[in-house]
């Protein structure tokens, strides 16, 4: 593997040291995970940097098919730091060599034998009935809507993978999930809705925790740098982006409607439409949840907080008026006239 470091506010006689201990380190718990790559495709780059009492380290590990992994840490012990940094980078080597060799494809063979047996296992009290089956085909679009939302802003965030799982992947457990609900029967179209949006939260979590425990990856498409300028340069092109958006999924633009401006008036709309939704990303997942729940598929607080999140009320009105103040800070700090978060979203496409 092709390895180039650059050192910043180092000692030079601390350099050979360094140079050996991560050398060291890589043998030890990198390499496993690459050794099935290209040596020649393989490149590493290297930055330790000394800030005053503090040592970070930056790597940077380009592997094909174009796939650039960064992994940094900050500690004030320099080994630390080194093996730290080395460790995350194992976990997403790892990662993306699963991607790759269609380690992705056990996982849905997997989802799809859990959800033969839930069906194999439900009896005929548990099957609906005629009339829920018309029900439940009617809230179909707009459940599905809701799913593509959710699974944009976790992808865009790098909560869950690019590609897994998919809408219908979370849709139909949703569906059979809800078959094994006591109360069924007796719901009528809203209840049943709501019914169906707590599973799809709780598989949404579960989904997200899965991915959590396998890696903290951060996915960039790019080359490699070849110099410290130009690391310099992506990591900057990385702020400004703020996260990855792979290019075969939704983005988040793609969510906002196309709203054909033509008045002064309308584009001063667009642009409030455009960075409310955006500035949803940037929100704890627990949040944008509530405000999507409440402002996007019309439920009120109290229908959030017993029948899909679980909690009190209380707190689902405590997140709607921080979400609210956050949107309206950031919109008068962009030069747009604020609007109410409720009156803006409801003009989504999906919206109840």
């Known amino acids: 593997m092709k390895m180039n470091i650059t050192y910043r506010n180092l000692r030079e006689e601390e350099h050979e040291a360094t140079r050996h201990f991560l050398e060291q380190q890589i043998t030890r718990h990198l390499n496993p995970h690459i050794e099935s790559f290209n040596p020649e495709l393989r490149q590493l ?41 080395v460790a995350d980078l194992a976990r997403q080597a790892e990662r993306h060599h699963a991607r790759i060799s269609g380690r992705e494809a056990w996982k849905r063979k997997s989802r799809r034998e859990r959800i033969r047996k839930m069906k194999a296992a439900r009896t005929p009290a548990e099957a609906p009935t005629d009339s829920h089956e018309v029900i439940l085909a009617r809230l179909l679009p707009r459940l599905e809507s809701y799913i593509r939302h959710e699974l944009t802003y976790l992808r865009a965030n790098g909560d869950l993978l690019d590609d897994y799982p998919t809408v219908s992947d979370i849709r139909d457990e949703a569906f059979l999930r809800l078959e094994s609900e006591a109360d069924i029967r007796d719901a009528d179209e809203d209840k049943l809705y709501r019914m169906l949006l707590k599973h799809v939260v709780q598989i949404l979590h579960e989904e997200v925790e899965k991915t959590r425990e396998h890696a903290n990856d951060v996915s960039l498409e790019s080359r490699a740098p070849e110099t ?18 792979p290019d075969e999924v939704l983005h988040i633009e793609d969510l906002i409607p196309d709203t054909h401006v033509v008045t002064p008036e309308q584009q001063a709309e667009a642009e409030r439409l455009d960075s409310s939704y955006n500035l949803l990303a940037s929100f704890p997942i627990v949040w944008r949840r509530v405000v999507m729940l409440v402002h996007r598929e019309g439920l009120s607080p109290e229908d959030v907080a017993r029948d899909i999140l679980r ?33 803006m979203l409801k003009q989504l496409p999906g919206k109840r």
């Open 45 to 85: 780059h290297a930055t330790i940097e000394q800030r005053k009492h503090l040592y970070h380290v930056s790597l940077r590990l380009h592997l094909p098919p174009r796939k650039l992994l960064v992994a940094q840490a900050e500690q004030d012990d320099l080994r630390g730091a080194i093996q730290h940094a």
């Open 228 to 245: 410290p300028e130009e690391q310099a340069e992506e990591m900057v092109e990385e702020e400004i982006n703020e996260f990855y958006q």
């Open 311 to 343: 909690t009190d009320t209380a707190t689902i009105l405590n997140i709607l008026e921080h979400a609210e103040a956050f949107i309206q800070a950031h919109l008068e700090a962009k030069g747009v006239a604020p609007k109410p978060l409720s009156s």
